[in-house]
C-alpha cells in the first residue's frame, strides 16, 4: 500500500473521523536520520494491515504543531505515531523507530482489540 503524504488538517482530521488506527510519520526531506527512518517505515508499511501515512516537516510545519500541541507529544523528527481511537496511543522518534518497534506497536495495538 502506498503511504499517503498530508499536508493539511482538513486531511488529519478525516483519519481521525474514519476510527481506524492509523500511523504517522513526521519526516524531515533532509535529515540523514529521518532518511534510514523512513526506509524503516516503508519496510513496515509492506508488512502491515495498518494504513500509514506520511508528513514532511518542511512543508506541514503548521500542521505538525498543531498535532504536538493537541496530543501533548513534543515535536521530533523524524517522528512515528500510532494514532487510535483519536488519542496517540504509542509513539518514538529517531533512531528508535525500527521495523521491529513499530511491529511491536501494531502487537500491542492487535492485543487490546
Known amino acids: ?7 493539511k488538517e482538513e486531511e488529519f482530521n478525516r483519519l481521525l473521523d474514519q476510527k ?3 500511523y504517522l510519520l513526521k519526516h524531515s526531506l ?11 517505515y516503508d519496510q513496515f508499511n509492506e508488512k502491515t494491515d495498518i494504513p500509514c501515512y506520511m508528513l514532511h ?3 506541514a510545519r503548521p500542521l505538525s504543531n498543531q498535532i504536538a500541541e493537541e496530543y501533548e507529544v513534543k515535536h ?3 517522528q512515528a505515531l500510532l494514532f487510535h481511537n483519536k488519542q496517540v496511543i504509542w ?5 528508535a523507530v525500527t521495523v521491529e518497534a513499530l ?3 501494531s502487537n500491542r495495538l492487535h492485543s487490546s482489540d
Open 76 to 78: 521530533e523528527s523524524p
Open 91 to 95: 509513539h518514538d522518534s529517531h533512531g
Open 20 to 22: 481506524n488506527a492509523f
Open 57 to 59: 516537516v518542511q512543508e
Open 30 to 40: 533532509t535529515c540523514p536520520v529521518s532518511t534510514f527512518v523512513k526506509r524503516q
Open 103 to 105: 511491529e511491536d506497536s
Open 1 to 7: 500500500m502506498d503511504i499517503q503524504v498530508i499536508t
